[in-house]
């Protein structure tokens, strides 16, 4: 149980436009999703939370308006880079938190995006 | 400030023991994680503890002092596989994890 499925996997896109990756959770509903970001060698960036049904709380230097973040559903999360650039280039992850009792966050598997 | 130290890389030899400590300072405490990290795929839960003491996972232990703000994580009887990175995690008071850098085990046979 508690599986993260993240889409798409891979992401080549041009400067300039604009890439949605989408976070679900599959066996379970998730109260709080969050993302974050993760460059080569370097630890896991959180970059915002959201909770189901509420604005997104962005992490201090996390342009909001770049990164928009969209959690409709007790399953589904969505990020989108808009106007992306190359040095947006990097590692995307979500995770749940099922709420209640749990604390701990499930993965999902990442999104490599890479902007040419 | 909030902050997490653990040693960036180790190396240990496979068949052995090997204990990766992690020292933490957060706003309030509400546990401390575990995460194993293969290299371009996302991490995977391995252990929470919010108690003092021991708890035995298998081939991996974690260990919890909350007064020396310290926990290590205990993996014996190596193999070739648990070549990975391992992220120390611990929660503060607003249930946010606040992530160590991780560190890097390299296992050689």
């Known amino acids: 149980g508690a599986v993260v499925s993240q889409h798409p996997s891979r992401v080549i896109c041009k400067s300039g436009t604009s890439v949605k990756i989408e976070c679900r959770s599959l066996?379970?509903?998730?109260?709080?999703m969050f993302w974050y970001r993760q460059f080569p060698k370097q630890s896991l960036m959180l970059m915002a939370t959201?909770?189901?049904?509420?604005?997104?709380?962005?992490e201090q230097g996390v342009e909001k308006d770049k990164f928009l973040i969209n959690h409709a559903s007790l399953t589904l999360s969505t990020l989108t880079v808009t106007s992306a650039h190359p040095e947006d280039s990097s590692f995307y992850i979500c995770?749940?938190?099922?709420?209640?009792?749990?604390?701990?966050?499930?993965f999902g598997p990442g999104t490599r995006l890479t902007v040419t | 400030g909030q902050n997490i130290d653990q040693p960036t890389e180790m190396t240990a030899t496979e068949g052995a023991i090997v204990q990766i400590n992690c020292t933490y300072q957060?706003?309030?405490?509400?546990?401390l994680f575990w995460y194993q990290q293969h290299a371009g795929e996302a991490p995977t839960f391995l252990s929470y503890n919010v108690l003092d003491g021991l708890e035995e996972k298998g081939r991996f232990s974690s260990f919890l002092s909350r007064s020396k703000g310290y926990s290590y994580l205990l993996l014996k009887e190596l193999q070739m596989k648990d070549s990975a990175s391992y992220l120390c995690a611990a929660m503060d008071s607003n249930y946010q994890l606040i992530w160590g850098a991780g560190t890097k085990l390299i296992i050689k046979p």
């Open positions: 957060t706003s309030g405490f509400n546990g």
């Open positions: 066996d379970f509903q998730a109260t709080t």
């Open positions: 995770s749940a938190r099922s709420g209640g009792d749990s604390y701990e966050q499930y």
């Open positions: 959201s909770n189901e049904g509420s604005k997104a709380t962005y």
